[in-house]
C-alpha cells in the first residue's frame, strides 16, 4: 500500500487520489453485491474467501480515503486570504524574446483550492470554516478573473499583430496604453472595483488602438496591393498572331500608354491618399516624439521602394515582352502568324527609268527607330509621378484645417535624416536600371540583325529585273534599238515581258523574315505596269 493511487485528468492532486479511491470501491461494491445474491453458494469456501477480502480491501481504501483528507487538510493554510494579495496582472517574455506580454497573475494555489474543495465536498468531508469562507468568494473572483483575462487579451493582441518595425512605430501609443494598463501590476484581487476601475479603462483603450492597428493594417495591405497591380502591369500591348504596320503598331502603344500612365498616376494618388490617412493616426506622436518621426520616415522610405520596385518590374516586363516579339526560331520563319510586324515592298524607279530598286516602305531603320522610341517611352511613363516622400511633405505642409478644430495637431512634416530619403525621380532611376537598359541592347541588336537579313531578301527578288542578263528597263537605249527591230524582235520581247509577268504572278505574295512579313504585292503591281 506505499504507492498512491491515480489521478484522473483534471482532478487535483489530494482530493484526486481519494475520488479515485472511492469510485474504485463503489465498483467493487457492485460486484460484491452480485456475489451476495448466489444464494447456491451460501456455503463456499470460495464465496467466504472473496468476501473476507473485500472487506480487507474495502478498510485499505477507506483508510486511504481518510488519510488523503487529513493530509490535506493539515496542508491548508491558516490565512487563505494571503493567495489574494497579489496584482491583478504581471509581464512575460514571449517564447521568441522580442516582445513582453501580460498574464492574468491569479494565485495558482487559490485555484487548486477551490478545486480540493469541491471535490471533498462531493466526498462528504467537511470543510473548515475559514476555507469555507474564501470559498464563498470564488463566483465573484472568477468573474474578475475572467474579465481580467479579456483585458490582457486585448492588450496581448495588440502586440503580437505587430511585426518589431511596426511595434517601433507603435512605441509612443503602446506606451500610453500600457500607462492605462499600470495599476493591474498594483491592484490586488482582494480589492474592489476590479471591473470598474480596470477592466473596463484597460478595455476601452486597448479597443481604440485597436481599431488604429487594424486601419493601419488594411492601409498596409492596400498599398501593398496596389504595388502587385502595378508589377502585373504591361505598359505594351502587343497580340498574338496580329501582324502591325509601323504607324499601326506606334499608334496602338500610344494609345495604351496613355491608358496606363492614367492607371499609374490613379494608382499612386490612391497610395498617397492612403499614406496621408495613416500619417493622421500617429500626427500628434509625430508632432511630440522625435523617435516616431524617424521611424514614420523609414515606414515611407519602405513603401517608396516598394513603388519603385513595382514600376521598374512593369518596365522590364513590358521591355521583355517587346524582346520576346523580336525573337523567333527557324520554325517561327516557316509560319506566316508568328511575324510582329508585316513591311510593304515597293519597286522604285529612278528619275532615269532604269532599272527599279526595291524597297521596304518604311524602311527597316524607320520601324528600329520606332519601336526603340516606344521602349524609351515605356522607361519614361512614370516621368510625371513624384517621389512618395515628397508628394507627402506637400500634401501635409500645404493642408488647412477649422479653427474650431481642437483635434487637429498641425505639424512641419520633414524628414529628420534626409540620407533616408530617395532625392532621385521614378525616371531618373529608370534610365539608370541595368535591366531595363540591357533589354533595350538587346532590341536594338535585333533590329541590327534583321536588316541584313531583309536586304539580302529584297537582293534575291531583283531576279525578276532581268533575264539572261538583259536590262528590261533601259530607258531611252531601249527606244533607240526598237526602231531597228524586226518583227521576231518584237515577239521575242514580248514574249519575254509575258513570261516575266508570269514569274513576277506566280512568287509568293508574303514572305516571312524572322519577326517581321514582307508584302511583295505593292512591287508585283508596279512590275506588272
Not at 209 to 231: E, F, P, S
Not at 364 to 384: C, D, F, P, R
Amino acid at each position: 500500500h506505499s504507492q498512491l493511487p491515480p489521478i484522473l485528468f483534471l482532478h487535483p492532486p489530494k482530493a484526486g487520489h481519494a475520488f479515485w479511491a472511492k469510485n474504485f470501491l463503489t465498483r467493487i461494491d457492485g460486484n460484491q453485491q452480485l456475489l451476495q445474491r448466489c444464494w447456491d453458494l451460501s456455503n463456499s469456501a470460495e464465496k467466504e474467501e472473496v468476501l473476507g477480502n473485500y472487506g480487507k480491501t474495502q478498510k485499505v481504501v477507506e483508510d486511504v480515503i481518510k488519510r488523503e483528507a487529513r493530509s490535506w487538510k493539515e496542508s491548508l493554510i491558516d490565512n487563505p486570504g494571503a493567495y489574494l494579495e497579489i496584482p491583478l496582472i504581471d509581464r512575460r517574455d514571449d517564447s521568441k524574446g522580442d516582445v513582453t506580454t501580460l498574464v492574468v497573475n491569479f494565485s495558482p494555489e487559490l485555484s487548486i483550492l477551490f478545486a480540493e474543495v469541491r471535490y471533498w465536498q462531493r466526498l462528504g468531508e467537511v470543510i473548515p470554516n475559514h476555507i469555507a469562507d474564501i470559498c464563498t468568494k470564488e463566483e465573484r473572483l472568477r468573474a474578475s478573473r475572467e474579465n481580467v483575462a479579456l483585458a490582457v487579451r486585448a492588450f496581448n493582441n495588440i502586440l503580437t499583430s505587430l511585426n518589431t518595425e511596426e511595434r517601433r512605430l507603435f512605441s509612443a501609443s503602446i506606451a500610453a496604453l500600457e500607462r492605462v494598463y499600470e495599476s493591474g501590476f498594483t491592484k490586488l484581487w482582494s480589492g474592489q472595483g476590479i471591473l470598474e476601475y480596470f477592466v473596463k479603462p484597460c478595455r476601452t483603450e486597448a479597443d481604440k488602438l485597436q481599431r488604429v492597428v487594424d486601419a493601419y493594417k488594411h492601409g498596409v495591405q492596400y498599398v501593398n496591393h496596389h504595388c502587385k497591380v502595378l508589377q502585373s502591369t504591361l505598359a505594351v500591348d502587343i497580340q498574338k498572331k496580329q501582324q502591325y504596320s509601323a504607324d499601326e503598331f506606334e499608334k496602338r502603344q500610344e494609345d495604351h500608354r496613355a491608358a496606363i500612365k492614367e492607371k499609374v498616376y490613379k494608382i499612386h494618388t490612391a497610395i498617397l491618399d492612403t499614406m496621408k490617412k495613416l500619417f493622421d493616426f500617429f500626427r500628434r506622436d509625430y508632432a511630440e516624439h522625435a523617435r516616431i518621426r524617424v521611424e514614420w520616415h523609414k515606414f515611407v522610405e519602405k513603401i517608396e521602394k516598394e513603388i519603385e520596385d513595382s514600376l521598374k518590374t512593369m518596365v522590364k516586363k513590358s521591355l521583355q515582352e517587346i524582346e520576346k516579339s523580336l525573337q523567333h526560331s527557324k520554325d517561327d520563319d516557316r509560319s506566316n502568324e508568328s511575324q510582329l510586324f508585316i513591311l510593304e515592298v515597293e519597286a522604285v524607279f529612278g528619275p532615269s527609268e532604269n532599272k527599279p530598286t526595291i524597297e521596304t516602305r518604311p524602311p527597316v531603320n524607320t520601324l528600329s527607330h520606332k519601336v526603340i522610341n516606344i521602349g524609351k517611352e515605356i522607361i519614361g511613363i512614370a516621368k510625371a509621378i513624384p517621389r512618395l516622400e515628397g508628394a507627402l511633405t506637400k500634401l501635409i505642409n500645404d493642408e488647412t484645417h477649422d479653427v474650431d478644430d481642437k483635434k487637429f495637431v498641425q505639424v512641419q512634416y520633414a524628414s529628420p535624416n534626409p540620407d533616408t530619403e530617395l532625392q532621385d525621380t521614378y525616371h531618373d532611376f529608370m534610365t539608370t536600371e541595368n535591366e531595363a537598359l540591357q533589354s533595350m541592347k538587346r532590341i536594338r541588336d535585333a533590329f541590327d540583325g534583321i536588316a541584313d537579313k531583309v536586304k539580302d531578301e529584297l537582293n534575291r527578288r531583283m531576279q525578276f529585273q532581268s533575264e539572261g542578263g538583259e536590262n528590261l528597263w533601259a530607258g531611252s537605249k531601249q527606244f533607240s534599238r526598237m526602231k531597228k527591230w524586226s518583227l521576231d524582235d518584237y515577239e521575242n520581247n514580248i514574249r519575254k515581258h509575258k513570261n516575266l509577268e508570269k514569274a513576277i504572278s506566280g512568287t509568293d505574295s508574303l514572305e516571312p523574315c524572322s519577326f517581321i512579313m514582307l508584302d511583295y504585292n505593292p512591287m508585283k503591281q508596279t512590275l506588272k505596269k
